[in-house]
């Protein structure tokens, strides 16, 4: 039985899967279905799981080099939220690009783990390095 770090069993089996350059989506409640990619849903109620607590808890075992997220995000999002997402992921190369863009995409990665997430454009892609 685990002890620690990620209780989920199928988030352990999709990040062990996870190879160079594969790339892994979490997205918020919003994000549409992709019935082709393997989609663990962790939405419980609104906000609960973020998309950043998703995103630190898989970090000590997922090596990121590159995040791609929507600009939409910048755009619709306060001070403060931009400034959380900033210091989450400043360890990784981000990059911008319009929303229509980052969802082509998605039927590339290896899964999608859904989060109950409520902020405007909160996905990202993540880019193993």
């Known amino acids: 039985m685990l ?3 990620i ?6 089996s999709l990040i062990s899967r996870v190879r160079h350059t594969n790339m892994l989506v979490i997205s918020d409640r919003g994000f549409p279905f992709w019935p082709k990619i ?3 849903d962790l939405s419980l109620i609104d ?3 973020t998309v950043l607590q998703v995103l630190n808890a898989i970090r000590s075992n997922f090596v ?3 995040i791609y997220m929507a600009n939409e995000f910048n755009e619709v999002n306060t001070d403060a939220t931009r400034k959380a997402f ?3 992921t400043q360890d990784a190369c981000v990059h911008f690009e319009p929303h229509d863009d980052l969802k082509k995409r998605v039927p590339l990665a290896i899964g999608l783990i859904r989060t109950g997430d409520t902020i405007q454009y909160a996905n990202m892609i993540l880019v193993s390095a």
Do not use: C, F
């Open 3 to 5: 002890k620690s770090g």
């Open 7 to 12: 209780l989920n069993p199928e988030i352990n």
């Open 38 to 40: 393997e989609t663990i």
């Open 47 to 49: 906000d609960i799981p």
């Open 64 to 66: 990121i080099g590159d």
């Open 86 to 88: 900033s210091l989450a």
